[in-house]
């Protein structure tokens, strides 16, 4: 039974059902497991606001607007539940997932699989979330809390190609096994190539009311774990053809700036491969950030000696220091590290509006942050300011590799050895990749698949 949003719904969540909104409105804070939340899937809260902040240039250093849509108010806590559901929802629509006799394994370094176990669990299916064994405890807690059972894999962050091996053992162990890897599936990308990039765009347009901007959007910036999020630059592009889309990795772990290698901490992101979604041919460079300078730059907002730091020293209203505090997680602050490194490598003015998103929050991170201020101590005034000072605003321009044909061209190729080497997948479908017009069909069957659903609810009106 499917008793979710369309992507349209998911992007204009006013056009739901007044009844059932309603519903899915209470259901958020009442009943978090409710499945009426799958229709709270939306970056825009309960009075259809995109759920944002605009970054004071005194903590940036930088006249461009640095705009982060944050996550933490999807359900689960990540924007990443979006296309765990999406890649269900379309899974099911054509009859490859039957939630009655399939199993559904959910391969990830964190937030994929919590939303899967968060998605799977609303749509009446058993999942099994495969997540490397050095990954944060509120991530194994939430996943267990969801009703799914965990797989725990050797390493870290960047151990992906464990992952995949103990979803060959599963595939082959059980013929109702259905892998929904979120490396490799297309719904992925049309969740945020839709509703993250159509957001955004709308947001750049609000944005310009209020006198920040002129309506468009001068870069999309966002580190690659799946590549999912960074769709959303495709998108933009679209509409702003201007538009820079800039990736990021770990310095730890640099795959795609010089086929790198290595482990790292930014939770989410940098996985020693190229995935499958992930247009790097529309890419316009890459930069790369310092694992140890996210998590150290967390502190600040994790702290409260670093957010009355931030108000005392730099300015910063109160009540934004007090909303910044629980909204970044590590990679929300190697993102923010991104865009003003983006904005400085590019000179971007006033007038130039960079977006980016925190994937989830401080809630998963608190052990983290235990750790660090075991590690490091807890922060006073002075260690505050020099945070601030050479993390936020000392961004250098350094690590950074412009999208030419050669360098794109070199990280198309780098695919080769995960898709066809190890996952089954021809040459010929690799190479198809190549030309835009295979990334327009994808973008396309977003039309198709929420006319499948709605066609759906017609056959079977009490399925909302």
Known sequence: MITGPTFEEMLHPEKISPEIRERAQKARHENPLDPINLFNITWRDANNEVTHVVLPSSLTGVEAPIVVLYAKDFPSGSHKVGPAYSVLLEKTLFGEVDPQVHTLVWPSTGNYGIGGAWVGGRMGCKSIVILPEDMSRERFEMIESYGAQVIKTPGSESNVKEIYDETHRLRASD???????????????????????????????ELAGKGVGKGRVAAFVSAMGSAGTIAAGDRLKQLFPECKIVGLEPIQCPTLYNNGYGEHDI??????????????????????????????????????????TLVKRYGVDESLAAKLGPLFGISG??????????AKYYQFGPDDVIMTVATDSLNRYHSVMADMAARFGRLDEATAVGRIESIFLGVRTDWIAEGTREAR???????????????????????AQRDPAWWEAHQRQVAEIDARLIALRAAQPSNA
């Not at 460079?285 to 957010?307: R, S």
């Not at 923010?336 to 983006?342: M, P, Q, R, S, Y």
Request: proline share 1%; glycine share 8%.
């Open 409 to 431: 061209t070199r990280w198309h190729n780098l695919k080769y050895y995960t898709w066809v080497e190890q996952q089954g997948k021809t040459v010929e479908e690799l190479n």
């Open 333 to 342: 602050i190697c993102n923010i590290l991104g865009a003003i490194k983006t």
């Open 175 to 205: 013929p109702n096994v259905r892998i929904l890897n979120q490396f490799e599936q297309m719904g992925n990308y049309r969740f945020h190539y839709h509703v993250t990039g159509n957001t955004s765009a709308e947001l750049a347009a």
């Open 267 to 308: 939770q989410g992101i940098g996985d020693k491969h190229v995935t499958w979604i992930h247009n790097v041919l529309n890419m316009d460079a890459l930069m790369c950030i310092d694992d140890m300078e996210c998590k150290k730059g967390l502190q600040v907002f994790a702290e409260e000696v670093g957010l009355e």
